[in-house]
Every structure is written in C-alpha cells, then in structure tokens.
C-alpha cells in the first residue's frame, strides 16, 4: 500500500480560521446530524408510509431496519473508501449519494422501490459520521481541536432525539415522502460548503485491494443481526426457527469475519486497532453507555404516548429538554480536556447519567409535566462528557494512520449498540409489563366493587370492566419501563467502571490528525 501511486498533497494543511472556520463546521455538523437525523426519523412515520404504498405496518418497518443495516454495513468501510479514493473526495461522493437516494426515497411508489433506495441511502451516509468526525478535527487549530469534537458530538447526539419530532410533524401535517424531501437543501449546503473549503485538507490516495471476503462475511453477519433484532419479537424470538436460524447465521459468519480481518493482509475492517487498551475500553464504554441511553430515548416517547395518554407534539416538547444543557456544556467538556484526568470526567459524566435514570425510575401514570421534563434537562449536563470524553480517549489511544478506522470503528459499534439497546429494551419491556400485570391483579382490592361504582356512575358492565383493565394495564406498562430505567442505570454505572480500565493518554491529542 506504501508503494502504491499517490497524489502529491501537503502532510499538514493549515487549520482554518475566522468565518471560514466556522462556516466549515457547520456543513460538516450539518451532515453528521441530517445522516443520523435519518436513523430514527421514519419511526413514526411507518403508518403513513405503509398506509400510502397499501402495505402492513409490519412490512413498512423495513424502511427502518433496511436504511440500519446498510448504515451499520458502510461505517467499517470508511477507512478504505477513505484511503482509495480520499477523505473529502469520498465525503462529497457520500452526500451526493444521500441527497440522490433521499430524492428517490421520495419519489417511490412501491414498498421494494423504498426498501432498495433506503438501502443505498444508507450506504452512503455511513461514511458521512466519521469522515465529518476526522475533518472537523483537521480544520480546527489543535489547541480547538476539543470544540470540533465537542460539536460532532452534540449534532450525533440531538440528531436521534428530533428524529421522531420531525417525522410525526412533518407526517402528520405534509405527507410522508418530505421526510426524505426536507433532506435535499441540507444536502446542498453540505456539500456546497465542503466542497469549496475543504479542498486542501484532501488526504493521499492509495491504491489497495478490496477485501471481498471480508466484506461479504461483515454484510452477511451484520445483515442477519439486525434482522434477528428487527423481527424476533413479531416471531417469538429463539422460539422460532427463522430467528434461531439468523443468529447461528450471524454468529458463524461473525467468526468467520474477525478470523479473516485479522489474517488478512489488507483488511477491509483493520480490527488490529484493538489491540490499543484505551480505544478497547473507551469503545466498550460508549457503546454500553449508548445502548442505555438510546433505550431511553426510544422507550420514554413509546410510554409517554402509549400510556401515559400524550400526543407526538406533546412528547416532543419534553425530550426536546434533552438537547439544552447538551449543546450548553459541550464547549466545557471540550475545554476541560488536557486539564484533567480525562477518565474522572468521562466517569462523572456517565454516573451522572445513571443518577437520572434513577430520577426517571420516580415517575407514575399521572406524573405531571415538569417531573417529565426535568431529568431530561438534567441528563444533558453528563451528555457532553460522555460523548466528548469517550471520543477524545478512544482517539488519543491510536497513532494518526489509524485514526479513520478507529472512528469508523467506533462510529458502527456505536449505531449497532443502540439497536442492540433498543431491540433488548422492548422486548424487556414486553416481558417487564406482563409480570407486573400478573402481581397487579393477584394483589388487587375489591376489583368488583370499583366496577360497582363505575356502572353507578352510569357506565355499562362493558365499558366497566374494559376501564378496570386499562388501568391495571397502564399501572404494569409504568412498572416495566421504570424498571428498564433501574436497568439502564446499572448498564451505566457499568460503562463507567470500565473507562478506569483504560491507561491515562499521556496525551489527549483529539485525535492525531494534524
């Protein structure tokens, strides 16, 4: 690969400064945050889209899961795409990619037109993460490197949370193809903007060999993990033979994939950079943090609707909170890098997280709006640290050849941690509701005498017994979720045991990059 024809560009472009500085992160946020932005904002807008192509609900989850497995696919490929054809040179080939792909997203008429362009439109935006990530800490000075972190940081993490806001907004108002419209102008500006001030921070190309097998092996196992996720409640999980099926298949091709990308001399995934302790752990700790917050942003908006009777802009004025004290502190998480010990922030950070859950596991049925609200401001003081922080070690941890697989690395396990999270959560939540509704109505008082005084009240024999049962089911359902939120909390506290696992960098670079 070393031999190999490359163009002459400069090894240590000047960092930006001034407007251009700023105008260039902002395209960069910008599509960091539309690419995951992606990931959850068709959630809520499956009924529509299966409603419009006259197909099942359960059919149009596909939109989902298909847009998640081509994303969690071409995330590990960054660090090839990226040596070949060259850092901005691919970014700007994936944006283009996303924008097409949206724009034909919305403009089909069949559910296998959506599908296959759900699927490009996730090929192409899964390099977008860490190739946003990498150039925004080029184009910092490396004193600042921090703030442009802290700024990915902040759009990956907002970007889930408007996801479903926007979608049932846009759904519920307009129709549901300008979920994919809303993203052609951000992709202009993307692309506008990187294109016209990125070109000296373009990277060598190198001509290496694509690794076939590997490739196949990682779309053949991630494919059927995220499928088994995806279906398994709907098939009665290892119970059915189609999932036990998946996960064997998942597994051995899982195997299969780690053998080969370690003997393979051109990798097309170089999982050699785990052989660096404190990307090991640091990867370990986000990813476990990650799969329990996002459980929580999945999980609050389902309970918030399903039970707890609000509306989709009604919730969305609550999780909003999230976002505050995330964008506020991401600055000072950055700035506090260097200063101290980065595991005592990171760890703070994330045990801060688990004390909210512990706030959120206090909620009842009929819990009043700012008891909603306020663990959802105060979770955004411990954000920016976590995400900040575990980024900032993780990269430290690595010399500058491998920081782009790293990210890429880093970046998949992330998106693959909060399906796992999700899928793991609801299932959960499933199982949580139906033991407490069994203990519920095993320890109920004079169940017949409040049906008594429902039917005085001028209901029927009907209608009494469907509220009783409402009830006891809205009591289970708040049970089970507040449970999760224990669990999330433990999850939490776990992920921050294992940042101390990790060797203090000697020094906390951002990321090698300059």
Request: aromatic share 10%; hydrophobic share 55%.
């Amino acid at each position: 690969m070393a031999s190999a024809a490359a163009s002459t560009l400069p090894a240590e472009p000047q960092p930006l400064t001034g407007m251009r500085l700023i105008a260039a992160a902002f395209a960069l946020a910008l599509a960091n945050f539309v690419v995951v932005l992606d990931t959850t904002i068709a959630n809520v807008s499956v009924p529509h889209i299966a409603g419009g192509l006259a197909v099942s609900p359960t059919q149009g989850t596909w939109v989902i899961t298909s847009y998640a497995v081509a994303d969690a696919i071409s995330v590990p490929l960054t660090g090839w795409l990226a040596a070949r054809f060259g850092t901005v040179r691919w970014f700007l080939i994936s944006i283009a990619g996303f924008g097409l792909f949206s724009f034909l997203c919305g403009v089909s008429r069949t559910l296998d037109a959506l599908i296959l362009f759900r699927v490009l439109q996730g090929l192409s935006g899964g390099p977008l993460m860490p190739l946003s990530q990498i150039l925004l800490l080029r184009i910092f000075p490396k004193e600042k490197a921090g703030v442009g972190l802290a700024i990915w940081a902040m759009t990956t993490t907002t970007a889930p949370i408007l996801g479903p806001i926007l979608g049932g907004v846009i759904s519920d108002n307009w129709s549901w193809p300008w979920i994919f419209f809303i993203n052609l102008p951000v992709v202009a500006i993307c692309a506008f903007g990187v294109g016209s001030m990125l070109g000296g921070f373009e990277t060598k190309r190198v001509k290496a060999r694509i690794d076939t097998v590997g490739l196949v092996l990682l779309v053949v196992s991630v494919g059927a993990f995220q499928i088994m996720l995806d279906t398994g409640r709907e098939h009665d999980w290892f119970g059915s033979t189609w999932i036990v099926g998946l996960a064997i298949l998942a597994a051995v091709s899982f195997v299969a994939f780690v053998i080969w990308e370690l003997t393979d001399a051109n990798p097309v995934v170089d999982l050699r950079v785990f052989r660096f302790r404190g990307f090991s752990f640091a990867t370990l700790a986000i990813s476990l943090g990650f799969g329990a917050f996002f459980a929580q942003v999945v999980l609050t908006p389902l309970w918030l609707q399903q039970v707890a009777g609000y509306t989709a802009t009604d919730t969305g004025f609550v999780v909003a909170w999230l976002g505050v004290f995330a964008v506020l502190l991401s600055p000072v998480a950055a700035g506090s890098i260097g200063k101290v010990d980065i595991r005592l922030t990171i760890s703070a950070g994330i045990l801060w997280m688990a004390f909210i859950s512990t706030l959120r596991a206090g909620w009842t049925a009929d819990v009043d709006y700012w008891t909603l609200a306020w663990p959802h401001v105060l979770q955004g003081i411990g954000m920016p640290f976590f995400f900040v922080g575990l980024t900032a070690l993780a990269l430290s941890s690595v010399p500058a050849q491998d920081q782009t697989n790293a990210a890429g690395l880093m970046s998949f396990l992330r998106t693959l941690s909060g399906a796992v999270g999700t899928a793991i959560a609801t299932t959960a939540w499933d199982d949580s509701s139906a033991s407490a509704r069994a203990q519920l109505v095993a320890t109920m008082n004079d169940a017949g005498g409040a049906m008594d005084k429902l039917q005085q009240a001028g209901l029927t024999l009907e209608q009494a017994r469907a509220a009783v049962t409402r009830m006891v089911e809205v009591q289970a359902s708040t049970l089970g979720v507040l449970h999760l939120f224990l669990a999330a909390g433990v999850v939490f506290v776990i992920a921050a045991i294992a940042v101390w696992c990790a060797p203090r960098p000697k020094q906390v670079s951002m990321g090698a990059s300059h």
